[in-house]
């Protein structure tokens, strides 16, 4: 972060993007707390990333869908054969918000 600030740049955390505009010379920002303009912008949207990237009009052929995730402890003699996470087959029937933030 140290050398985003020393070049000159700036870094908002917390703010909910509203909508991204991309100009020839700029990008215009709106959040929750107000407007901003830059000449570049870096967002790290998290599970949001597919929505941001389609406001700034990248064509992706992919959708960010969450899903609830458990964690689980097995018992020591287990260690031996299991050293990384496991991740169960999502059901994609299972209900989960599909709309956090306008599309």
């Known amino acids: 972060m140290a050398e985003v600030t020393t070049n000159g740049g700036e870094i908002r955390l917390g703010e909910r993007v509203v909508s991204v505009r991309e100009e020839a010379d700029q990008v215009n920002l709106e959040t929750d707390r107000g407007g901003m303009r830059a000449r570049r912008l870096i967002a790290c949207a998290?599970?949001?990333?597919?929505?941001?990237a389609k406001w700034c009009g990248i064509e992706d052929d992919f959708k960010i869908v969450p899903f609830r995730g458990e964690y689980y402890r097995l018992s020591s003699e287990k260690n031996k054969?299991?050293?990384?996470?496991?991740?169960?087959?999502p059901d994609p029937g299972y209900p989960f918000p599909v709309s956090i933030l306008p599309e």
């Not at 998290?46 to 941001?52: C, I, Y």
């Not at 054969?81 to 087959?89: A, E, F, Q, T």
């Open 46 to 52: 998290g599970l949001f990333a597919d929505r941001v």
């Open 81 to 89: 054969i299991v050293n990384h996470l496991i991740y169960p087959v």
